[in-house]
């Protein structure tokens, strides 16, 4: 059985940082592409950031990058997302998801593509 469990969500002040986890289980890990998505009330869901299978490359939405960086551990099963320099427009649920990866150095941006999804961290920015 995949699983996919996000943590380290929660509130923080505009400027403030946290880190995202998400361990991975039932899949081999290190074959998969990974990716962040979040979603905020009333929006559809977005990319954030996705990093390649090797862990080689990575790829970031426009309001995210500078800010954010993504990174894996496949020793540990586990995809992190480094929030920094919060904005409250942050404020969503963040995903994370795995693809099933055919080729080591691709990343994937669109939502479609992902074969499994986490069951979501809220992460709110308060001004």
């Known amino acids: 059985q995949v699983q996919l469990v996000e943590s380290g969500g929660g509130l923080v002040q505009a400027g403030g940082s946290l880190r995202l986890s998400c361990v991975v289980s039932?899949?081999?890990?290190?074959?998969?592409?990974m990716g962040w998505f979040r979603q905020a009330p009333g929006k559809e869901r977005e990319f954030v950031a996705t990093i390649s299978a090797n862990g080689e490359n990575t790829y970031y939405a426009d309001s995210v990058k500078g800010r954010f960086t993504i990174s894996r551990d496949n020793r540990k099963n586990t995809v992190y997302l480094q929030m920094n320099s919060l904005k409250p427009e942050d404020t969503a649920v963040y995903y994370c998801?795995?693809?099933?990866?055919?080729?080591?150095?691709?990343?994937?941006?669109?939502?479609?593509?992902?074969?499994?999804w986490g069951q979501g961290a809220q992460v709110t920015v308060s001004s």
């Open positions: 998801a795995a693809k099933l990866g055919l080729t080591p150095g691709t990343v994937w941006s669109r939502s479609e593509l992902y074969n499994y």
């Open positions: 039932g899949r081999t890990f290190s074959k998969d592409a």
